[in-house]
């Protein structure tokens, strides 16, 4: 798989789709998407460039270890609905808040978060299965 | 909130939950939650192995605390219920706590609590590297949260939630041993876990609800239409194997004694008795009638199970072995109660159910600190170590005897409860099959103690003080031996609180009206 | 619509039953995937296929105005396909790793567990 047609577009390739994956990601409140899915297209951006330019440097460029994403994403996802405690509703309660930031008007509520826990459980979670069973293809 | 009813104008009334959640609701929550929360940290601070053993603790010990405080308030006040997300039951899920989830939820932290700090010396710096303890966390929280979800589809998420946490603490180290027994493992509690979804996707097409106590409210009416004994028999293979009952036990004896000691007590301890639990809410709260006609068949399952799984412990050698063997035959006793189905035997169930968790624990935690002490697992090795450490003789007499059924240890009463209730529901082979396996545990793990401690060591000739090799277990061992013992003797010496306990337990389960009314205060839904 | 499905879930649970008695781990973990799906399936056709109308309600109004598809099934086995997803990596990579360092995919060969021939244990002292 190491040609170097793959060698070279996989980079942009896989910017692309964590981009994309962003996209998703943000775009399913309203629309089809989601953190899920989301996760799945980043986790498949990082197989490919785990393919092309093997595992070590994926694992440089991601800096964190993947199961310190999940991790991440766990604590987020679970803090988001614990938030609900300090307005007396019951857990995992959808809370809004629209702050006006530079004159635009953002939604933001604890189920985008939650949502973005999810991205990030998923990333870290099919990451490191992914870049296991890529190490043992090369070792 | 209020935000919300700012932006969209509709009226949403009648599908929220309109009054404000008291901050003592959320102790439903802290068993599951706090578990999450920690082990999410732990994930994340991967490299910081030392702090994980204080973190997972200190998490612990404040989810054991929500739970006691969780069964203390659901004793006093009745069911305890929190709605996610505040939309009205059936449509939000759940989480319901009675007496029976938040006792089995107390019982079951406890033991963790008492794992995760007899791991501080057993799994070293790789082990905790490669998340001994996050994963020992998100494996309590799934187990806690299956004892305390209201929702049957959530009870599947949280099964999927443990078994998968319980992957990794089974496989950690990767020796040939434990790849072997965790294929075997992984593979039939799969297979255990989809048949339990086809069946939740059978009653869901069924019922058209997933909520319990919904469920339980409808049952009455579409007995006559729907497929609820086929439901009921599916649930009952499904729990039967994650319990490890008869005829699907054998994922059990292949795989507990392969990972490290404190991963087959944690198992021993909790993972079977979920299926117990599930297989009491289904068949107790939501199928009674259905239990009433597969009684017969579960209690011979019962049967066999005790007897069978105590005669695998008596052709064994390796103590782990023996351990997982006995746990199987604790299943039979417990199933027994379940097959019965009176008031009296239910609550002989929940009591073993409670008595199993501390003592199973407490029988691979022995198995530890024997080897620790002799130096290895098979009887033909291991002697002469009530010469040497007498006190850990002492607590092993205790573990030996509770696990027999003997008094004066918690072991004792449930039996005692259960023999009655088959006596009295006629049953008097289910009473002698009980007995039965009491006097072949008490054959089995008696052999245990004479060859391991009363037996001399081959090297020690006499009355020297040279103890041939035989070293001395740790005392955080035995601290850890001591804090699950204290529970077991104090049932066995005073066990008026923890039957009547039981006897709420068992009621809530009967006579599920108060649990129905818990989750729809109303009447409506 | 709902019968033909049934004989497709029929047809699914037979295959996976049939490659789930293999003794060979790599067709068991191939057995234990179709057995997932056949599961999803079912609660798709348990949820009633209605029809194929998205369930989203537009914004000035509160109930769907016309007959839509069942939204719950359809989470249930999101979640389902989820959790079998990630058994299913962590299944091949048991495997894998498993024949590795047992060297045989024959669970009849797998004894290191539980050896064969292992003798009684100490009948007296």
Partial sequence: ?139 | MAATESMNSIDTSAAMIAGPTQLADWLVLMPVVIPIVAGAVLLMARHEVRLHAMIAIGALGLAFAGAAGLLYRVVTEGTLVMTMGRWVPPFGISFSADALGATFATAATFVALAGAIFAIRDIDATGRRYGFYPFLLLMMAGVNGAFLTGDIFNLYVWFEVFVIASFGLLILGSEQRQLDGATKYAILNLVATTIFLVTTGMLYGTFGTLNMADIARKAPQLRESGPLMTIAALYLLAFGMKAAAFPLNFWLPASYHTPRIVTSALFGGLLTKVGIYALLRVFLTLMPVERGVLSELIAWLAAATMILGIMGALSQSDVRRIAGFVVISGIGVMLAGLALGSPVGVAGTVLYAVHSILVMTALYLLAGLMHEAGGSYSLHEVSGLYRSNPFLAAIALAVVLAASGLPPLSGLWPKVMLVKASVDGGAWWLAFAILLSGFLTTIALGRVFILAFWRNSPTAGDDSADFGGAGKARPGGYMVLGMLALPMIAIGVYPDPFMQLADVAAAGLLDPSGYIQAVFPGGGG | MESALSVLVGLFFAVSIYMMLSKHTIRIVLGVTIFGNAVNLTIFTAGRVLREVPPIIPEDVVTPQTLVANPLPQALILTAIVISFSFFCFLLVLAYRAYQELGTDDTDEMRVAEPKGEGLPPLGY
């Fill in chain 1, 1 to 139: 798989m190491r040609t170097v047609i793959f060698r070279t577009a996989a980079p942009y390739l896989a910017s692309l789709m964590v981009l994309f994956s962003i996209f998703v990601l943000l775009r399913g409140h309203n629309e089809p998407g989601g953190g899920f899915i989301g996760g799945l297209i980043a986790a498949s951006a990082i197989a490919i460039y785990g393919i092309a330019c093997g595992v070590a440097s994926v694992r440089r460029a991601l800096y964190f270890h993947p199961m310190a994403i999940s991790g991440f994403g766990l604590l987020l996802a679970a803090l988001s609905g614990v938030l609900s405690v300090f307005f007396g509703v019951p857990f995992l309660t959808g809370l809004w808040a629209t702050p006006h930031l530079f004159g635009v008007e953002l939604d933001l509520s604890t189920v985008m978060f939650f949502d973005i826990g999810v991205y990030f459980v998923v990333v870290g979670a099919i990451t490191s299965i992914g870049l296991a069973l890529e190490e043992r293809e090369r070792g």
